[in-house]
């Protein structure tokens, strides 16, 4: 049996189309192996999101020539947005055979074994190529890429240039693949995207999607993943507050909670929108609600100001955790060029001071849950000799005492707070 090693790096989206990937592959008689291990192809899935991830990419693709050296027979195989975005530079890391566009990498017949497949521009493609699968490959947790692509160019993101243009997976294809998923035995399934909120099928949007999976598959957990703040809509707001199957999960990406930063970033909105958008949420929803922001620390001529004003917002919101990221400069983005770049030392201790807030915001938002009593549900992810532990719908990593069978579907409280998580009474 020949062996294929596939490495993702990156967001959920990477990681749904390297699992699509991995089941095309063993339909075709591959054994999947560690990326460490000895393959016959190598596929490198990678991430432009920061210039960590361009490094990591590049380091990644340089391990699987240095195994091609050793045997010319080795395919390596390289995807992703850092290959999308800079093929020219993927193409002088050494003798990669094939450099597969994003939008045709979940297809292998495509390009797998095919010589006249070549790499298209990812600003041509309009529509999505869809890709049922029928399992995630080590997951409990069924994620599907519902929408691809954005065009808000915000001035210091890459992803568009990786992405190419705003374009969603048909109604109909959604539905046919979480009844497949479903029916091989998953009971949560998270939509997921590049910018969700922009899923349009024609007339229907993903508050008009929503509507019809929460109460087409009302047995099965659903989760959204990120959704841009100007992307909320009353409407939105209101299917999920009907609904008895979403989770109790929200994240938003606000990247500051500085006007003037947010103006410089070219943001579709301002911190009273936010202030607006939460309040929102608490009372259509309820007030037990996980909200977790995204923020960026050091973006070009934040000042001490533009970042207390940040660190205020997000603090007196009380929200359930930060993903905090260091700015790192993209090519080819507005934000690079600009003249007032902060010092990796200042970035530093920002990103600082917004971690320990973090830990803050956690803490707040656990011993809030568990003096509520709030009900959590999860699906039991692993069991291990002495415990059960899986992700709750509120976003808390729960352990339990007692030995559950992975898939099981579970509804408890919590009972204490511990370093990662809560314990449960059940």
């Not at 530079?89 to 939008?103: C, F, H, M, R």
């Not at 009971?187 to 999607?209: M, Q």
């Not at 703040?229 to 939105?236: A, E, G, N, V, Y």
């Not at 299917?239 to 990406?253: A, G, R, T």
Request: aromatic share 8%.
């Amino acid at each position: 049996m020949k062996k294929a090693a596939v490495a993702t790096l990156g967001c959920k989206v990477n990681q749904v189309e390297s699992n699509a990937i991995i089941e095309q592959l063993k339909e075709k008689g591959y054994e999947i192996v560690n990326i460490n291990s000895d393959a016959d192809i190598y596929l490198i899935n990678t991430c432009t999101v920061t210039n960590r991830t361009d490094y990591k990419s590049r380091n990644l693709i340089r391990k699987a020539l240095s195994a091609k050296f050793n045997n010319p027979e080795i395919k390596v195989i390289v995807t992703g947005c850092y290959s999308q975005k800079e093929k020219d530079e993927v193409a002088k890391l050494g003798d990669v055979d094939l450099i597969v566009d994003n939008s045709n990498k979940v297809d292998l017949d495509r390009w797998l074994n095919n010589p006249s497949y070549s790499f298209e521009n990812i600003h041509t493609h309009n529509s999505m190529v869809a890709k049922n699968i029928k399992s995630m490959h080590d997951r409990t947790r069924a994620f599907i890429k519902i929408q691809d692509g954005c065009n808000y160019y915000c001035t210091y993101c890459a992803v568009p240039y990786g992405r190419g243009n705003p374009r969603s997976l048909s109604y109909v294809d959604v539905l046919k693949q979480i009844d497949m998923l479903i029916s091989n035995g998953y009971k949560e399934v998270v939509l997921t995207g590049v910018n969700l909120g922009l899923y349009k099928d024609g007339k229907t949007t993903l508050t008009d999607l929503l509507y019809v999976v929460t109460n087409k598959f009302k047995d099965t957990l659903i989760r959204l993943s990120s959704i841009e703040p100007d992307l909320w809509t009353d409407r939105l707001i209101e299917c999920i507050s009907e609904s008895q199957n979403v989770c109790h999960h929200f994240h938003i990406p606000i990247q500051s909670g500085s006007n003037d930063v947010l103006y410089r970033m070219e943001r579709r909105y301002k911190r009273d929108d936010i202030l607006r958008l939460i309040d929102k949420l608490r009372c259509g929803i309820g007030n037990d609600i996980a909200i977790g922001f995204d923020v960026i620390c050091g973006f070009p001529g934040e000042n001490d100001k533009e970042i207390y004003e940040s660190y205020k917002l997000i603090e007196g919101l009380e929200i359930s955790y930060l993903h905090i990221f260091s700015y790192s400069k993209r090519s080819k983005t507005p934000a690079a060029q600009m003249y007032n770049q902060i010092n990796s030392d200042v970035i530093k201790s920002r990103v600082l001071l917004m971690s320990e807030l973090n830990i803050k915001l956690s803490r707040n938002y656990i011993q809030k849950v568990i003096e509520n009593k709030t009900q959590l549900r999860c699906i039991i992810e692993k069991t291990r000799q002495n415990y059960s532990t899986a992700l709750s719908d509120h976003y808390i990593r729960i352990y339990s005492n007692k030995i559950h069978k992975v898939n099981d579907f579970l509804s408890c409280t919590a009972e204490k707070p511990l370093r990662d998580g809560v314990r449960i009474n059940g």
